[in-house]
């Protein structure tokens, strides 16, 4: 393949969607509960993201995002039926500040500006699934948010044009990606150790 652009955005693609495929089949197996507000936050952010990189000149680095929107919507769709309801006061302000600051995102329109809204926002989305995988961390499926954080590292290999515009919202991704794999990895740990 002549573009290495293509390449890595194929990879990060097909890394992408395998990355879903656990976490969906663990929620038919009643293994993990998506977190309503998270996803439905994610799936908003995935689209606006994607918008304002393609819009920047990423290429063909935007490919998992549109994918990944897809997906999100999925998984919010099967949270009515499957999800926790373990949903705490706290969530709930997590969804409102961050629908607050998309609609800000709204009236500016500004594409720098878009990006480090979008990835402030999709922090605070992690927030509920970060305190529910603290709480149940059997709750969530671990390989996804590896695969997700590897599937934006190719991502970034994929981009036509590096600058922060079209760089933050993927870094945001692994940064909070890698971050609840080790957080969840760590409360199973933890919770074996307190059994023995």
């Avoid at 039926?81 to 800000?104: E, Q």
């Avoid at 922060?164 to 760590?186: E, N, Q, R």
């Amino acid at each position: 393949m002549d573009n290495p652009h293509i390449l890595f955005a194929l990879i990060s693609a097909l890394v992408g969607v395998s990355c879903f495929i656990p976490y969906i089949r663990d929620i038919f197996l009643r293994k993990t509960t998506p977190h309503s507000y998270s996803w439905l936050i994610w799936a908003i952010l995935q689209v606006t993201g994607a918008i304002a990189m393609f819009s920047s000149g990423a290429g063909w680095g935007i490919t998992p995002l549109v994918l990944g929107a897809t997906l999100c919507v999925s998984v919010f769709l099967l949270s009515f039926k499957y999800g926790t309801k373990n949903v705490t006061r706290f969530d709930l302000a997590c969804l409102v500040s961050a629908l607050a600051i998309f609609c800000f995102y709204l009236l500016t329109h500004r594409a720098l500006l878009s990006v480090i809204l979008v990835s402030v926002i999709d922090v605070i989305g992690f927030l509920p699934t970060f305190r529910k995988a603290y709480a149940e961390p059997y709750s969530e499926t671990t390989s996804s948010y590896v695969l997700s954080a590897i599937a934006d590292g190719f991502a970034l290999g994929a981009l036509a044009n590096f600058g922060l515009t079209t760089t933050l919202y993927l870094f945001t991704l692994i940064v909070v990606d890698g971050f609840c794999s080790v957080l969840i990895i760590a409360r199973r740990y933890q919770l074996k150790l307190k059994t023995k």
